[in-house]
C-alpha cells in the first residue's frame, strides 16, 4: 500500500497562513487527481481542494479565494496548499489524497496520508 506524507501544519493566529505539502513516496509513475480533505472534531470529513494531473483545480465553498492548491511543476507527485487569511473554523485534521496512483507494486484506486493538525487560535 501506498500512504502519502503531509507536513506543514501547526499553529496559527487568526488572518495567518500557512503552506501544506503532500508527497507520494516510493517508485509512483503516475497520480491521476491529488487533493486534500480535512477533518474537525465531531464533524466529517470534507473536500477542501482538489487538482487533476493537467491542473485543474476546485475548492470547497468555504476555503475559495482563500486557498490555493498547486502540484509541483517538477515532481508531479508532490502537492502543496497555501492557506491565507485563516480563521478558526479552518481549524482541523488535513489530510492528502490521491486517486488512481500507478505504482511499481501495482494500481491503487485511492490512497491517504495520516494526516497534519492545523489550528488557528489567538
Known amino acids: 500500500q501506498v500512504q502519502l506524507v503531509e507536513s506543514g501544519g501547526g499553529l496559527v493566529q487568526p488572518g495567518g497562513s500557512l503552506r501544506l505539502s503532500c508527497a507520494a513516496p516510493?517508485?509512483?509513475?503516475?497520480?491521476?487527481?491529488m487533493g486534500w480533505y480535512r477533518q474537525a472534531p465531531g464533524k466529517e470529513r470534507e473536500l477542501v481542494a482538489g487538482?487533476?494531473?493537467?491542473?485543474?483545480?476546485?475548492y470547497g465553498d468555504s476555503v475559495q479565494g482563500r486557498f490555493t492548491i498547486s502540484r509541483d511543476n517538477a515532481n508531479k507527485n508532490i502537492v502543496y496548499l497555501q492557506m491565507n487569511s485563516l480563521k478558526p473554523e479552518d481549524t482541523a485534521v488535513y489530510h492528502c489524497?490521491?486517486?488512481?496512483?500507478?505504482?511499481?507494486?501495482?494500481?491503487?484506486?485511492?490512497?491517504w496520508g495520516q494526516g497534519t493538525l492545523v489550528t488557528v487560535s489567538s
Open positions: 489524497n490521491a486517486k488512481n496512483v500507478l505504482t511499481a507494486v501495482g494500481r491503487f484506486r485511492e490512497v
Open positions: 516510493g517508485r509512483i509513475f503516475s497520480i491521476d487527481a
Open positions: 487538482i487533476t494531473k493537467g491542473g485543474m483545480a476546485n
